[in-house]
């Protein structure tokens, strides 16, 4: 349970950087109530498989933002941990070993995939921008690189 609040909080932070870097750009809207926008809650990653179980012992949590350039590929790799996160700028596709693919848009939360080989896609022509979130535990990678796997 108290994992579940952690998990909560740090998406209601991430909302909050995303809006707050996004009204920097934009004629500031007055703001009278608190008005919570639920984004994702889902039991399954992207491709419909189901996650699996909380790791036992102390959990040990991280935020990762990445950036993409337009058009360039990451390597393949698998994440043995389970992961969300949301898109705040561009597009971005996910694209599995067997060929699934989910496209992502800015403002869309992304459940990946857990221990299943994937890399992310930047086909568009703009920079795109990902906050991750990982539920992990120390000492465990969050990602695994496969660099046998020709990109």
Same mark, same amino acid.
């Given at each position: 349970?108290?994992?579940?609040?952690?998990?909560?909080?740090?998406?209601?932070?991430?909302?909050?950087?995303?809006?707050?870097?996004?009204?920097?750009?934009?004629?500031?809207?007055?703001?009278?109530?608190v008005?919570?926008?639920?984004?994702?809650?889902?039991?399954?990653?992207?491709?419909?498989?189901?996650?699996?179980?909380?790791p036992?012992?102390?959990?040990?949590?991280?935020a990762?933002?990445?950036?993409?350039?337009?058009?360039?590929?990451?390597?393949?790799?698998?994440?043995?941990?389970?992961?969300?996160?949301?898109?705040?700028?561009?597009?971005?596709?996910?694209? @599995?070993?067997? *060929?699934?693919?989910? &496209? !992502?848009?800015?403002? +869309?939360?992304? #459940?990946?995939?857990?221990?299943?080989?994937?890399?992310?896609?930047?086909?568009?022509?703009?920079?795109?921008?990902?906050?991750?979130?990982?539920? @992990?535990?120390? *000492?465990?990678?969050? &990602? !695994?690189?496969?660099? +046998?796997?020709? #990109?």
């Amino acid at each position: 349970m108290i994992l579940l609040i952690i998990v909560a909080a740090i998406l209601l932070a991430a909302v909050i950087l995303i809006l707050a870097n996004r009204r920097k750009k934009e004629k500031p809207m007055p703001v009278t109530t608190v008005k919570p926008v639920e984004l994702i809650r889902t039991d399954r990653s992207w491709d419909g498989a189901e996650l699996p179980d909380y790791p036992q012992g102390r959990p040990e949590l991280a935020a990762v933002r990445i950036e993409f350039p337009a058009g360039q590929k990451l390597g393949w790799h698998h994440h043995p941990v389970m992961n969300y996160g949301i898109l705040t700028q561009g597009e971005l596709t996910i694209v @599995s070993r067997d *060929g699934q693919e989910k &496209t !992502v848009h800015a403002g +869309e939360a992304l #459940v990946e995939m857990v221990d299943t080989i994937h890399r992310g896609e930047n086909r568009g022509t703009a920079p795109a921008v990902l906050y991750m979130f990982y539920i @992990s535990q120390e *000492g465990l990678p969050i &990602t !695994v690189q496969h660099p +046998e796997i020709p #990109v």
